[in-house]
């Protein structure tokens, strides 16, 4: 199975810098001829010209396009937010819901991350879903808890027909303490976390035993991915800073 690779580029970059970046990865994944999955999700002003940029590239139907963050709602009066809808028109596929940065900074709880992951799975595109446990949890000892709930809480509102397959969900590990910290689990605990997640997604997707994609995220570079994505269970990464670079991104990507 290939390996997906997701570049979350957050709120960086002006139009040129996002170009540059955009066409040096491009460059890099036309050298890949494995790499077939990936995601580059820019920030929202800027996916009508990376998608341009892909579409008009060889390498177009290997990389796709992703959101940061989605509106709960179809469309209406929402100031400043954006609908599922209005990214199809940029070929955007997949959304980002429930990252621990707009959980934390902009206060999303469990109810409105639910709200996003059924207005995506509402239309054809897919959702990443971000969970993770804060330090202070895993302290605690009560990682495996939490990761449960953002999960169970997270795909709450999946009808019967939603239910029966995963294969418009991947789900995202970020451990919220390694975010961006440079500090990773070991892999010993990513693995077990991957196959306790695997065990919950098991019990939702009943019917088909379908599983979501499982991407590990938080502190990804190119040092540490090779390890990373070796380990059973990990089906790709989410990389915050390191693919804001474009070599040590595609370093990155080689690792798959
Ligand atoms: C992220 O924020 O999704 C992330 C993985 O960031 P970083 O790679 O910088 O830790």
């Known amino acids: ?22 066409r040096e990865i491009i460059k890099g994944a036309k050298k890949l001829k494995n790499l077939n999955n990936l995601i580059l999700i820019p920030p929202s002003v800027y996916l009508e ?14 990389i796709s396009l992703g959101v940061q963050n989605i509106s709960p709602y179809k469309n209406g009066a929402y100031t400043g937010e ?85 294969s418009k969900i991947i789900i995202a590990y970020e451990p919220v303490w390694a975010i961006g910290t440079g500090k990773t689990p070991s892999l010993q605990d990513i693995f077990l976390m991957h196959k306790h997640i695997i065990e919950i997604s098991a019990k939702i997707f009943i019917t088909n035993r379908s599983i979501p994609k499982i991407l590990y995220g938080g502190s990804v570079n190119s040092e540490n991915s090779n390890e990373i994505l070796s380990i059973q269970g990990v089906d790709g990464a989410l990389v915050g800073g390191a693919s804001l670079n474009a070599k040590k991104f595609i370093d990155i990507c080689r690792s798959i």
């Open 49 to 62: 010209r990376v998608s341009k940029l892909i579409k008009k590239s060889s390498v177009s139907k290997r």
């Open 82 to 166: 954006i609908s599922a809808d209005m990214c199809k028109d940029f070929d955007c596929k997949y959304f980002i819901v429930g990252h621990s940065e707009r959980r934390e900074t902009f206060n999303e709880d469990s109810v409105m991350i639910s709200k996003k992951v059924l207005s995506v799975l509402n239309t054809s595109q897919k959702i990443i879903l971000c969970i993770g446990e804060t330090l202070n949890q895993r302290e605690k000892k009560q990682a495996r808890k939490v990761i449960a709930n953002q999960i169970k809480s997270g795909l709450s509102l999946l009808t019967p027909k939603m239910r029966r397959t995963a």
């Open 1 to 22: 199975m290939s390996k997906l690779i997701a570049a979350n580029w957050k709120q960086n970059g002006s139009s040129l810098e996002v170009d540059n970046l955009t």
